[in-house]
Nanobody, 115 residues
Framework: QVQLVESGGGLVQAGGSLKLSCVAS????????MGWFRQAPGNQRDLVAT???????NYADSVLGRFTISRDITKNAVYLEMKNLKPEDTAVYYC?????????WGQGIQVTVSS
């Protein structure tokens, strides 16, 4: 079972920045999509951004132009640079790694944006 470990969350004021990191416990071979989802209290878990092994990104409309996803395949890692954060970005952020026949989730990390 691959484990995903997230870091970098915390409390930030509106307009501020944070960078999330997620590292997988082992190398995953083949086509793979790593990315970030978030869940605010009372809401479903929604896509934030993903990036596949071809380098093709996918962003939620709400974060376009503010968030940037990147990955380092050699380190089994994916990152989310978040700028101009808004209170509505407050949520638990989950890392996910998926491919043919598997889907792994991290434990989640809290991001809180104060107004």
């Amino acid at each position: 079972q691959v484990q995903l470990v997230e870091s970098g969350g915390g409390l930030v004021q509106a307009g501020g920045s944070l960078k999330l990191s997620c590292v997988a416990s082992e190398t995953i071979y083949g086509f793979n999509v790593m990315g970030w989802f978030r869940q605010a209290p009372g809401n479903q878990r929604d896509l934030v951004a993903t990036l596949d092994t071809r380098g093709v990104p996918n962003y939620a409309d709400s974060v376009l132009g503010r968030f940037t996803i990147s990955r380092d395949i050699t380190k089994n890692a994916v990152y989310l640079e978040m700028k101009n954060l808004k209170p509505e970005d407050t949520a638990v952020y989950y890392c996910r790694s998926s491919g043919v026949g598997y889907r792994y989730w991290g434990q989640g990390i809290q991001v809180t944006v104060s107004s």
